[in-house]
């Protein structure tokens, strides 16, 4: 047996049957670039779904996790710990927003954000005005909860009763959504900014300023979901800032770890004092290591590494428009979508990538690339020649 199968057997024999693996299983990774069990070597345009913003195994990032590591890894929440309030404040300095709970994963984060935003109108209102608008099409997780919050009808299968009290309203239409909030018991309109599992789908500008204005005369919280598009991934440090609104809850996760689990949601002033203690908890919420690895991340994202992301994704949009089978490409910075010509399958294109040494994304119908955000040009040039060469292949 090969490396690679005998790794394979073992996760087929005990590994419960949740995932579609592609049949490679990865070793090692420094930078953008990584290696089979079996030394082939691969560009990563993945960056594990949005989360190693700085790639494999950055040395600062390493360096800040150790010392953390071999200080103390967890102690729960019923202390003060650093360096999680270091985080917190960076995050807050540069976002406007006040205050933040640290939870591990995306769908948590936005149980979280659902909460704030319930109780506030609970606390508020009273009792009754508890729905939350999404967006068709979106994605916001794979809890029960979560999966209710999803506007896509896949996920409302087979794990019934789902969560009450959310309702759907199509991308970019201000009149389907005004109609929609004529119903007196909603308390908060959740979306993302650019769709990402829906297909990398920025939202108009126009839309979401309107949108945040009808919400704004009825006392009806705004909860951006920026699991994908938070933390650098857009060419800002959260894409609500490229839009240029203020919301009332944030929720990020994926790139704010760098490859450990971490996620937040952060709350404004009008929101920041709705959970209080025993409203909200969970055990790992904060945890040193992860955070100290955070917040060597978030210093890390300057406004000239920002810029460069800007940069990097321009370069590689313009050299795949010119590409075989490309019609053109959505998203914002480094998270890029690729609309192919029609009969040009991703999944097919993602498959053979593989062989070719490039592990790209799909995303519905597109390509989507997600690169670490600090890939260097080299790479970018190899793993687009890989590409490029699938592309011609296919
Ligand atoms: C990935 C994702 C989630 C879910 O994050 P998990 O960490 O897998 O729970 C939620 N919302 C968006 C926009 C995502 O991209």
Known sequence: MSNFEKIQSKDKQYVANTYGRFP??????????CYDFDGKKYIDFSSGIGVNSLGFCDEGWIDAVTKQLTTLQHISNLYYTSPCGEVAEILCERTGMKKVFFSNSGAESNEGAIKCARKYSFSKYGEGRSKILTLNNSFHGRTVTTLAATGQDVFHNFFFPFTEGFEFTPANDIDALKKALEDSSVCALMMELIQGEGGVMP???EFVFEAVKLCREKDILIIIDEVQTGVGRTGKLFAFQKYGIEPDIVTTAKGIGGGLPLGCVMFSEKTENVLVAGDHATTFGGNPVATAGAKYILEKMNDSFLEDVERKGEYI?????????????DGMGMMIGVRLEEGVKAADIVKKGIENGVLALTAKVKLRLLPSLTISYEEIDEGLSALEKTLSEI
């Not at 490679?24 to 670039?33: P, R, S």
């Not at 313009?318 to 490309?326: E, F, I």
């Open 24 to 33: 490679v299983a990865i070793e090692k990774g420094k930078g953008a670039t």
């Open 317 to 329: 949009r313009q050299r795949l428009s010119k590409m075989p089978c490309v019609v053109g490409c």
């Open 203 to 205: 939202l108009d500008k």
